[in-house]
Nanobody
Framework: QVQLVESGGGLVQAGGSLRLSCVAS????????MGWYRQTPGKQRELVAD???????NYADSVKGRFTISRDNAKNTVSLQMNSLKPEDTAVFYC????????WGKGTLVTVSE
């Protein structure tokens, strides 16, 4: 059974940086797409960024130029480098992976203070 485990969330001041990491364990197969979504109370979960096994990336407009997604196919890991963080980036960030089925992590809280 595939499990996604996130790490790297926390509290940071506006303008600061954080790096999120996620490992997909329990599978010997490469995930097709891996990525990050985020959710705030009362709002739908939204895509932040994703990346295919071939390296094609996709970013939400709100994070372009500030966030960078990367992955290690051999280790089934995906990371999100977040720079120039803003208070509106505060959310629970969820790792996502797909290989015929969708898999989700439990989420990691990112809080950006003024």
């Amino acid at each position: 059974q595939v499990q996604l485990v996130e790490s790297g969330g926390g509290l940071v001041q506006a303008g600061g940086s954080l790096r999120l990491s996620c490992v997909a364990s329990g599978s010997i197969f490469r995930m097709n797409v891996m990525g990050w979504y985020r959710q705030t109370p009362g709002k739908q979960r939204e895509l932040v960024a994703d990346i295919t096994s071939g390296g094609v990336v996709n970013y939400a407009d709100s994070v372009k130029g500030r966030f960078t997604i990367s992955r290690d196919n051999a280790k089934n890991t995906v990371s999100l480098q977040m720079n120039s963080l803003k208070p509106e980036d505060t959310a629970v960030f969820y790792c996502y992976a797909n290989r015929y089925l969708d898999y989700w992590g439990k989420g990691t809280l990112v809080t950006v203070s003024e």
